[in-house]
């Protein structure tokens, strides 16, 4: 596509539930990476795939946080047991390649809260 | 590690203002510089970039020089508009294992008034 798609882009879930977010990535980009945004904790790495692979799944919070990537292309972020601390913007980048000149381009995110 | 320091926020100025915003940077390699923008509701956007020492990167307006002497790599608009409202983030991609990882300082909130 021409740019990054997440879905959904708010979603409101109920403590202990399970949810899984959606990242569509720019056709062609081998790179992939989520980031998770909240208040006072800037953007936080939490994994990055090349191909369908992660290399590096090292800021994955805990074992409550998977991710999968099928295909080259879209990824899903999954959370099993839900908690407040949960609550943040999940956002998804991808890149044509993994160099040191290469930066991200971001989708829009996916607004979690955990009520 | 590598790490990105820069401006706490809120940083609020007039229309037509002079704009810096500072970024510091640690790494142990050689890194590529970046700078990063956030609207409101919005996603970051790359707002521009240098790979090297002492380039400059521009956009919109916006420049940014490379200056590996001081480590630093801070943000600097001659003339800033209302639409220019958002959060700024600086960042790096370090050379070497993780060259595929952004590490981004904590954010600057600008709002500019009319």
């Known amino acids: 596509g021409a740019g990054v798609s997440q879905s959904p882009s708010n979603k409101v879930t109920e403590k202990g539930k399970d949810v899984e977010l959606r990242c569509d990535p720019i056709?062609?980009?081998?790179?992939l990476y989520w980031y998770r945004q909240s208040l006072g904790q800037g953007l936080e790495f939490l994994i990055y795939?090349?191909?369908?692979?992660?290399?590096?799944k090292s800021g994955l919070p805990s074992d409550r946080f998977s991710a999968e990537r099928t295909g080259g292309s879209v990824s899903t972020l999954t959370i099993q047991r839900t908690q407040q601390e949960d609550s943040a913007v999940y956002l998804c980048a991808s890149s044509p390649g993994q160099g040191v000149n290469y930066g991200y381009t971001f989708g829009s995110g996916t607004r979690l809260t955990v009520v | 590690g590598d790490s990105v320091t820069q401006m706490e926020g809120p940083v609020t100025l007039s229309e037509e203002a002079f704009l810096t915003i500072n970024c510091t940077y640690t790494a142990t390699g050689y890194p590529s510089l970046f700078w990063y923008v956030q609207y409101p509701g919005e996603g970051l956007q790359l707002l521009l970039k240098?790979?090297?020492?002492?380039d400059k990167g521009s956009n919109k307006g916006f420049e940014a020089t490379y200056r590996k002497e001081t480590t630093s790599f801070h943000l600097e608009k001659g003339s800033v508009q209302v639409s220019d409202s958002a959060v700024y983030f600086c960042?790096?991609?370090?050379?070497?294992?993780?060259?595929?990882?952004?590490?981004f300082g904590k954010g600057t909130l600008l709002t500019v008034n009319p």
């Open positions: 056709s062609g980009h081998t790179a």
């Open positions: 960042a790096l991609k370090d050379s070497g294992g993780s060259n595929y990882k952004l590490t």
């Open positions: 795939f090349q191909g369908n692979s992660a290399p590096d």
């Open positions: 240098a790979t090297k020492a002492d």
